[in-house]
């Protein structure tokens, strides 16, 4: 292990054990600076999970209601991001159980307006416009492909975790990660270039 690997190693391990002991504390300034931190992030993955602005932003809620009711049950032996992923991934999987026997890769509807991706940072209006189209387009192609793609794909490109994170969020093998990345993007991309023409 070279220095600079060494140094993220240990530079990463107190800083997720300092978390995982603030939330057993349940401490209110460590939850204010995660949602801060993850929030952006996490309302992205539940849109792109659920394809419904209003149940990601419940979805979102519920999560850190459960962050704060279970926080113990981190450990902090891995990326505190992993475990949030997860814990919103099966509040989403029960909400999908309860409301109807549909499953996550149901296709939005095509009346329905493209959702608001939120993003943190202050771009130009030029690059609004050029954003909100190629989100559209992505979500759109997005909600043609099977849930189990999709997530793997906003996981991986979007949230920057990596193929073992992934794993660890969904609860299948690396082989299967790997395989649900390559099949949707494979899925995607013609449903892509469809969009540009």
Request: hydrophobic share 40%.
């Amino acid at each position: 292990m070279n220095a600079t690997a060494c140094y993220f190693v240990n530079w990463m391990e107190p800083e997720n054990t300092a978390i995982a002991r603030g939330l057993r504390r349940h401490d209110p300034d460590l939850l204010d600076r995660l949602i801060e931190q993850y929030q952006h992030r996490l309302l992205r993955y539940l849109i792109y999970l659920t394809s419904s602005r209003e149940t990601a932003e419940d979805l979102f809620q519920e999560t850190w209601l459960r962050v704060l009711e279970r926080g113990g049950q981190y450990d902090g032996k891995h990326a505190f991001n992993t475990w949030l992923f997860a814990v919103a991934r099966n509040l989403a999987i029960d909400l999908m159980r309860r409301k109807k026997p549909e499953s996550l890769d149901a296709p939005r509807g095509e009346d329905e307006a493209p959702l608001d991706i939120p993003d943190s940072a202050q771009p130009s209006a030029l690059d609004v416009v050029a954003q909100r189209e190629l989100s559209e387009r992505v979500m759109a192609g997005l909600a043609g492909i099977p849930a189990d793609y999709r997530e793997t794909i906003v996981l991986r490109f979007h949230e920057g975790l990596s193929l073992e994170e992934i794993a660890a969020v969904t609860g299948a093998p690396v082989g299967t990660v790997k395989s649900r990345l390559y099949r949707g993007l494979n899925a995607l991309i013609p449903r892509l270039k469809g969009a540009q023409g």
